[in-house]
C-alpha cells in the first residue's frame, strides 16, 4: 500500500513529507486509516538519535487513532469502518510467559515498537503514526469506546497508559496519596487519572507557576520542590509518586516525601539519574521503581476507563506541516497538554 508520511532522514533533520509503502496485508493484519496522531517526548528523542543511532528515514509516531480501512483472511475482531487505536508496539512474540500474562512490552524475545524497529517476519523497518495508513496484526489493535471523543484520545496510547499502569500495578483507590513530579504530557494524565480513582493528588513542580491548571486537572495544588520549608513539611506523606520528570535529576530528594512503604515509580526518564542516596530509602523501607507503558488489555482498559469517567488529555490540535514547530516548542519546556496532528492536513501539507 501506498502511503504518505513525515519522516526525518538524519538526526539534525527537520521533518520531511516521505513517501513509502506499507506492507501488503497479512492474514492476521488490520489496515488502519489515520485520523489523528499524539506528539510525545519520545519521538523528538528517538527522531534526534537521543537514545542511539536510528534506521533512517524514520517516521515516528506511536498514538494512533483512526478507521478500520480493510482486514486480512483470519481477522475475526474487526471489520472496515470500526473506530481503532495502536499504540507504542505493534508486535512480541506470543508465546513467553510475559505474553500470556497480558504484559506484551516485557516480551522475552522483545516487543516490537510501533517505529524504529525490525519487523519480526519481514526484517523491514516499522515506520509510525505521522502518516496516512497503517498496518498491524490484529493483536495490537485497540477499540475505541463509541461514546470517546476521537480528536482527544490519541495520547492516551502513550501518556494515558504510561501513567494508568503504575497506578493499576500500586493500587492507587479512593483515599490514596498520591503526588506526581511534572505536569507535561504525561503528568497532567497521571494527575487526572489518579484524581479519577478517588486519589488526593498533589502536583510537585519547581513553581507554582501552573497550579490553577494543576487544580483543575484535579490537583489539590502544587507542592513546590525549590521550597525547603515546604518540602519539609511535605515528609512521609505520599502512597505513590508518579515521576514524570523527562531529563537527569535526583529522585533522592523526593524520597522523603513517601510515607513508610510508599513507592516513587520513574516513567519520565530514559537514562541516567544522579547518584542516589539511601538514607530516606533505608529509613523509610521506601522503593524507587519503574514502569514501561502497559501490555494491550490494559492499554484497553485504560481506554474503556476514559471514556467512563470523562478523562481527557488536555490537547493542541496542529497540522503536520507544524510539526517541526511543535518538536521546537516541545525542546524548551515541559508543556501542560499534547500536542494532537490532524492527519487530514496530510494531505495539504
Known amino acids: 500500500m501506498k502511503t504518505i508520511g513525515y519522516a526525518a532522514h538524519s538526526a539534525d533533520a527537520h521533518m520531511v513529507p516521505y513517501h513509502f509503502e506499507r506492507r501488503d496485508l497479512r492474514a492476521n493484519d488490520v489496515a488502519i486509516e489515520i485520523l489523528y496522531c499524539g506528539v510525545c517526548h519520545s519521538d523528538l528523542h528517538t527522531v534526534n538519535g537521543d537514545w542511539g543511532p536510528q534506521p533512517y528515514p524514520l517516521v515516528p509516531g506511536h498514538e494512533i487513532v483512526g478507521v478500520v480501512q480493510s482486514v486480512g483472511s483470519d481477522v475475526k475482531n474487526y471489520q472496515v469502518g470500526d473506530r481503532v487505536a495502536v499504540g507504542c508496539m505493534v508486535d512480541s512474540c506470543q508465546e513467553c510467559d510475559q505474553c500470556h500474562h497480558g504484559e506484551e512490552q516485557f516480551c522475552r524475545h522483545g516487543m516490537t515498537p510501533t517505529y524504529g524497529?525490525?519487523?519480526?517476519?519481514?526484517?523491514?523497518?516499522t515506520?509510525?503514526?505521522y502518516s496516512k495508513h497503517i498496518v498491524v496484526r490484529e493483536e495490537f489493535v485497540l477499540r475505541i469506546p463509541d461514546n470517546m471523543d476521537m480528536a482527544k484520545a490519541a495520547p492516551i496510547l502513550c501518556a494515558g497508559i504510561t501513567t494508568f499502569s503504575p497506578l493499576r500495578t500500586w493500587k492507587v483507590t479512593n483515599g490514596s496519596r498520591v503526588g506526581v513530579i511534572g505536569l507535561g504530557g504525561l503528568g497532567h494524565m497521571a494527575v487526572k487519572l489518579a484524581h479519577a480513582m478517588g486519589a488526593e493528588v498533589t502536583a510537585i513542580s519547581r513553581t507554582k507557576t501552573k497550579e490553577k491548571e494543576a487544580i483543575a486537572?484535579?490537583?489539590?495544588?502544587?507542592?513546590?520542590?525549590?521550597?525547603?520549608?515546604?518540602m519539609a513539611a511535605a515528609a512521609n506523606s505520599f502512597d505513590l509518586i508518579i515521576d514524570t520528570a523527562?531529563?537527569?535529576?535526583?529522585?533522592?530528594?523526593?524520597?522523603?516525601?513517601l510515607d513508610i512503604d510508599g513507592t516513587l515509580v520513574v516513567v519520565g526518564q530514559v537514562g541516567p539519574l544522579e547518584e542516589l542516596m539511601s538514607v530516606p530509602l533505608v529509613f523509610g523501607r521506601r522503593r524507587i521503581a519503574g514502569s514501561l507503558i502497559g501490555g494491550i488489555a490494559e492499554t484497553q482498559e485504560v481506554l474503556d476507563f476514559c471514556a467512563q469517567h470523562n478523562v481527557y488529555p488536555d490537547c493542541e490540535m496542529i497540522k503536520m506541516d507544524q510539526i517541526n514547530d511543535a518538536f521546537a516548542r516541545l525542546?524548551?519546556?515541559d508543556l501542560a497538554h499534547r500536542f494532537v496532528i490532524d492527519m487530514s492536513s496530510l494531505q495539504e501539507a
Open 117 to 125: 524497529a525490525p519487523d519480526r517476519i519481514s526484517g523491514e523497518t
Open 246 to 257: 523527562p531529563v537527569k535529576h535526583d529522585v533522592s530528594a523526593y524520597a522523603s516525601l
Open 127 to 129: 515506520q509510525g503514526g
Open 217 to 230: 486537572m484535579g490537583a489539590k495544588g502544587i507542592l513546590a520542590s525549590t521550597d525547603a520549608n515546604a
Open 331 to 333: 525542546a524548551k519546556g
